[in-house]
């Protein structure tokens, strides 16, 4: 394993897979099962409840950084999740927020911090995707975005994808796991791999699953 120190950037590499961690930070976590964030996606959110509330105008009075992670049965926090900035901001009459994240990048749980608000404030660490593809990106972008045409079509979901078309593979990627109605844990899997190869090679065997599936369904019925 070899090591470059960059500012306060670290790398490591081993066995040609590179991961990228950033400076570790603390900031607010939001719990939200079904509500996933991916680097370079955005995602609407309708804050009412008072902790939440208050979690929001931390963040603004803050870095403007809101953590979405997803719990687990137990109710403990996945370690992955993903890191967004607040790009936009609405106050309605009764004080309910509405807002805009724009996905950063994933971050990896290191603590849980004391602290006297009624959310939850981590210690956390960004990661970033290795983005050494081993296979041409361009079949991958086509691969994906046939089958996510596919599957849109067997969820009788009406959808332009035209704007998708020239994507890179990992860019497609990210936006489909957000827009797609896939369950929540699936797109968490898809959330922890840390290679885009992977995450894109895993999200076509996932939507070709849907699909076969369903003509399975289709034929039995």
Known sequence: MSWVLNMSQL????????????????????PLNGAILFPNTNLPLNIFEDRYIDMVDYALSHNRLIGMIQTKKNKD???????????????????KYQINLEGVNRFKVKKILENKHKFIIIDGEELDYNSNFKKQT??????????????????????????????????????????????????????????????????ISVLEIEINNFGKSSKIN
């Open 11 to 30: 790398f490591y590499i081993e066995k040609n897979f590179l991961v990228l961690c950033f400076r570790k930070m603390n900031f607010p976590v939001f």
């Open 138 to 203: 361009s079949k991958l972008s086509t691969k994906l975005l046939s089958n996510f045409k596919n599957y849109l079509n067997i969820k009788k979901i009406e959808f332009n994808t035209s704007e998708f078309e020239n994507l890179d593979a990992l860019n497609l990627a990210k936006i489909i796991c957000v827009i797609s109605p896939l369950d929540h844990l699936t797109k968490q899997m898809l959330l922890e791999f840390n290679a885009s190869d992977e995450l894109c090679e895993n999200l």
């Open 77 to 95: 926090l996945f370690t992955i999740g993903c890191l967004g900035r607040i790009t936009n901001f609405t106050e309605t009459s009764d004080r």
